[in-house]
T-cell receptor, first 115, second 112 residues
């Protein structure tokens, strides 16, 4: 079935390190792809999105590129900060006619950034 | 602030009881979703309403029900509660049914 697979966490990095969180998907048709972030004690916030192949979503220094050929949407940031410590969720929405239209989430990757 | 309001923030209740969680979507959003977040199951989609009508169902138990009212707010009713129902329940809203959704802060339900 339609699903999202994320790299297992937790991921622990030092401040200013490079971040990559891998995300791959299995989906019918051409879904829209998203990254959400959940800070401790809060709800999910939309971080970035891409709606078609080769689109790059970006926000707050984070980037992800929709790669249809590898069915991937990896999250990257060049220099992480302590304030980036959170749980990151990759998600998709199916876009074909008759699809449900709700977000399908990966299991989340917890990121801890040490000063 | 996402604009989605959920009440209450915390709820503690006993097994066998019934509770109602409330959600007010962002202004202008017609679609409301309910998700359950637990440590072992991750984020599970429960149910979606669009402009007052049920549009999609996910892994929602028969003991759970929901509705969306004419003013577009939504309620999730959980009955015959079990210890395993303890979780964070999130409401989200979106303009249409297949666009990104914006999440509330969640209701933390503890069943004792």
């Amino acid at each position: 079935g339609d699903s999202v697979t994320q790299m297992e966490g937790p991921v622990t990095l030092s401040e200013e390190a490079f971040l990559t969180i891998n995300c791959t998907y299995t989906a019918t048709g051409y879904p829209s792809l998203f990254w959400y972030v959940q800070y401790p004690g809060e709800g999910l916030q939309l971080l970035l999105k891409a709606t078609k192949a080769d689109d790059k979503g970006s926000n707050k220094g984070f980037e992800a590129t929709y790669r249809k050929e590898t069915t991937s949407f990896h999250l990257e940031k060049g220099s992480v900060q302590v304030s980036d410590s959170a749980v990151y969720f990759c998600a998709l929405i199916l876009n074909y006619g008759g699809s449900q239209g709700n977000l399908i989430f990966g299991k989340g990757t917890k990121l801890s950034v040490k000063p | 602030d996402s604009g989605v309001t959920q009440t209450p923030k915390h709820l503690i209740t006993a097994t066998g009881q019934r509770v109602t969680l409330r959600c007010s979507p962002r202004s202008g959003d017609l679609s409301v979703y309910w998700y359950q977040q637990s440590l072992d199951q991750g984020l599970q989609f429960l149910i979606q309403y669009y402009n007052g009508e049920e549009r999609a169902k996910g892994n929602i138990l028969e003991r759970f029900s929901a509705q969306q009212f004419p003013d577009l707010h939504s309620e999730l009713n959980l009955s015959s509660l079990e210890l395993g129902d303890s979780a964070l329940y999130f409401c989200a809203s979106s303009v249409r049914w297949n666009t990104e959704a914006f999440f509330g802060q969640g209701t933390r339900l503890t069943v004792v």
